[in-house]
Each structure stands twice: as C-alpha cells, then as structure tokens.
C-alpha cells in the first residue's frame, strides 16, 4: 500500500508540459521583474525571487510608497491574484493566451490600483529573448499541469526547507528563481568566491558577479535534467575532486553537461521513502562541497531541534 508520503509526490514528464512550462517561464519572469523593480537589493538578488505558497507562487510582500502589494500565482483555482495593502484586489485568469496577453493584462491590473510597473520588457537567460509585449510564441496553459508542477514545488520545498533549518551560516531562503526557472537554496562557507565569468544567455556579466561573489554550495529542482524533472546540487567555486565525490541515493551521478550533480526527479518519487532520498542529496552533495573546500562546518552547523521540549521564550 502506498503511503501518504510517496503519493504526494506527483508524476509529471516534462515532455508532456513543454509548452506550458515555457509560456510559465516568461509569465513568471514578468511577475518577478516588477517585484524586483520595486525592492532594494538584497544579498545575491534575494530580493527578486518567488516563493512557494499554499496556493501556487507568491511575489510576497513588495514594498510600494509607504504601502505594499503582492502577486500571486493561484494554481489551484487558475487565477493571478493581485492585492495591495490599500484593500485593492484585481485579478486575472489563467489560460492559454500569448505571453503579450499576459503582459498587457498585468499592467492593466497594475494600473488600476496606481501601481507601476518600470521594468525591461524582455526575458533573461533565455535565447531568443522575446520583448513580453511581441511575444506570440509562447501560449499554452495546461491548468491540470501548472497544478501538478505546483505540487512538485510543494514537496521539494518542504524537504530543502528541513535541510536548509541545520545550517546556522549565512544561508538564502528556499525561493524560486525565475531566471532559470528553479527552487533554490544556498548556503555559503563566509569566505569571498573568484568573479564569476559570467556567460547566460540575455543576462549581464555583472548579474552572475553579484550572485557568486561568495563561495557557495547549492541545491534545488527545476523542471529539467530528467523525465520528470531533476534535483540538483553544485558548489562555486568547484574544489578538486568535487565531481567525483561519493554522493547517494543511487541513481544520483555527475553531470559533465550541466556541471552538478543531478538526482532525477523520477528516481526520488520512485524511491521507498522520496524524503529521505533526496535528503541523502542534499546533504551529501553539501558535505562533499564543505569537506573538500575545508569549511568550518562545526560553526556552521547545528541541529534544529536543539531546543525541543523547553518552552520557546519570548525575544523582544
């Protein structure tokens, strides 16, 4: 029999959401800009991401004037949802409709709440980079997959969220990067990392210099890298021997084209307990980063239930 833990993961093969998965990529890289045109600059572009919600996607709460406003995409009852802190709610279906409908009808909503919108109306890290406004291209919307996809969101954010909660060191929240289209978390040794190259498609130099300037270890998902999606695992810089470190579960590998470690979305659900194999992951992926690059794991590290059983004080 199966148990609620294995069938909470879902199955969704990327072959049969292309479409929806790409129109959702622009939809969100649109959502994300106006958040970041609105927020101040926080560690490595902390400040534009989106976050997992029970719901869907959420921009939460962007600062606008002396108030606030959020964007949320609602993939349960399909809508993009705007509210704002004056009491405003507008919102705007979700269907198949091109990229420069989506656009069009978002300022609109925008508007009628006196929010604006100054953003660079072209995506990043994608080649072609279609202007949002001449996008035609991108079209489709499968509810019934836009809600699976959610639903591998939920399930990876909730076990990158334990794994993020034993690190004490600088470490991002578990948040969704619409740039790449993936749910990210990071966390970082304190020493400063060599300028990144650079080198994504539509996306400065100076982008990838401001998000690699300390020395990192990474993790996530997106939906690539495997039939169904794939998590992944990484360091900046790279140590010797990173690519050749021993890491579980089985059916987690190196991969030489994306230059990370991959644990295929499939292989997790599959597993007889899917949290406990990509937690294995993530944490092996990390130790392996942390070991080989000598970071002070013992100041960085501590267990999360170190305060269990007591009564939690109150901090002022």
């Known amino acids: 029999m199966s148990s609620p833990t294995t069938t909470s993961w879902p199955s969704l093969r990327v072959s049969d959401w292309t479409a929806t998965r790409d129109t959702l990529h622009m939809w969100t890289q649109i959502v994300g800009k106006i958040r970041m045109a609105h927020a101040p600059l926080v560690n ?72 604006e919108a100054p953003i660079r109306p072209s995506p ?14 991108h ?14 969101l939920l399930q990876a954010n909730r076990v990158m969220g334990e794994f993020r909660s034993h690190f004490v060191g600088k470490v991002s929240p578990v948040h969704f990067f619409w740039g790449a289209m993936d749910l990210a978390c990071t966390r970082f040794s304190g020493r400063p990392a060599p300028p990144h190259p650079g080198g994504a498609p539509n996306c400065g130099d100076w982008v990838m210099v401001e998000g690699y300037s300390r020395e990192l270890s990474s993790c996530g998902f997106w939906p690539g890298g495997g039939e169904e999606g794939a998590f992944y695992a990484y360091a900046y810089p790279g140590p ?23 644990l295929p979305y499939e292989v997790a659900r599959a597993a007889p307990d899917p949290d406990r194999a990509v937690a294995q992951f993530l944490q092996t992926t990390y130790e392996a980063a942390a070991n080989l690059a000598d970071w002070d794991r013992a100041a960085l590290e501590d267990d999360p239930s170190r305060w269990a059983g007591t009564e939690t004080p109150r901090v002022s």
Do not use: C, K
């Not at 010797?240 to 991959?262: K, M, N, T, V, Y």
């Open 240 to 262: 010797d021997g990173f690519a050749d470190a021993p890491i579980g579960p089985d059916g987690a590998f190196w991969s030489a084209e994306f230059g990370q470690f991959l």
């Open 44 to 115: 490595h572009w902390w400040q534009v991401t989106l976050y997992v919600s029970p719901r869907g996607l959420t921009t939460s709460t962007i600062p606008h004037r002396t108030g606030a406003f959020e964007i949320e995409f609602d993939f349960i009852g399909h809508q993009l949802e705007v509210r704002s802190s004056d009491g405003g709610t507008r919102s705007l279906p979700l269907r198949p409709m091109p990229v420069a409908e989506f656009y069009a009808g978002l300022l609109d909503l925008l508007g009628q709440l006196g929010i």
């Open 139 to 152: 079209s489709s919307y499968d509810g019934e997959a836009a809600t699976l996809f959610w639903r591998q």
């Open 124 to 137: 990043n890290e994608v080649d072609p980079a279609i202007p949002f406004a001449e996008d035609h291209v």
